[in-house]
């Protein structure tokens, strides 16, 4: 008998490029039914029987291709976050700051496009989460509740 898994914990990771202090970001595709058209950390839902670490490597493998020991990843935040769909959902938020090879496109079904961005100047086609998640990065803050209100592109609600 299989057990069905809805998880309310969301596993992120931040890879952060070295040189400049860019972070990693997707684009969702604009039909998605999960923030058409923004741009939002590398992530998702834990999953059965994995441990937070485990979900973010697995995650970021999915989405980049950049295969990370679960261990070698750094805790960076747990943000609690109320959607504005009423969905509350934990997440906890790693951070990579060296790996090998370069990250590339693996869900082109799911995301146009990967985009580096500056966590202190993020652009304005970030989700409202990720705005968030970067704001408090980059202000070292290790907790956070995060309000989201619904994704926009171009003033139009999502």
């Given at each position: 008998?299989?057990?069905?898994?809805?998880?309310?914990?969301?596993?992120?990771?931040?890879l952060?490029?070295?040189?400049d202090?860019?972070?990693?970001?997707?684009?969702?595709?604009?039909?998605?039914w999960?923030?058409?058209?923004?741009?939002?950390?590398?992530?998702?839902?834990?999953?059965?029987?994995?441990?937070?670490?485990?979900?973010?490597?697995?995650e970021?493998a999915?989405?980049?291709?950049?295969r990370?020991?679960a261990?070698?990843?750094?805790?960076?935040?747990?943000?609690?976050?109320?959607?504005?769909?009423?969905?509350?959902?934990?997440?906890?938020?790693?951070?990579?700051?060296?790996?090998?090879?370069?990250?590339?496109?693996?869900?082109?079904?799911?995301?146009?496009?990967?985009?580096?961005?500056?966590?202190?100047a993020?652009?304005?086609?970030?989700?409202?989460?990720?705005?968030?998640?970067?704001?408090?990065?980059?202000?070292?803050?290790?907790?956070?509740?995060?309000?989201?209100?619904?994704?926009?592109?171009?003033g139009?609600?999502?």
């Amino acid at each position: 008998m299989s057990r069905v898994h809805r998880s309310l914990a969301h596993v992120m990771v931040l890879l952060q490029r070295p040189a400049d202090g860019r972070v990693l970001t997707v684009r969702h595709q604009k039909g998605s039914w999960h923030s058409p058209g923004l741009l939002t950390v590398v992530g998702g839902r834990l999953e059965a029987d994995e441990f937070f670490d485990e979900g973010a490597a697995r995650e970021l493998a999915e989405e980049t291709g950049i295969r990370i020991p679960a261990g070698l990843l750094e805790f960076c935040q747990l943000v609690h976050l109320h959607a504005a769909d009423g969905e509350r959902v934990a997440g906890v938020v790693f951070l990579a700051r060296e790996w090998e090879g370069e990250p590339y496109n693996r869900e082109p079904d799911t995301h146009s496009e990967l985009v580096w961005v500056d966590p202190a100047a993020p652009p304005g086609d970030c989700h409202p989460f990720t705005h968030e998640v970067l704001r408090r990065f980059v202000a070292g803050h290790w907790y956070g509740n995060v309000i989201a209100p619904e994704p926009t592109v171009g003033g139009e609600r999502r």
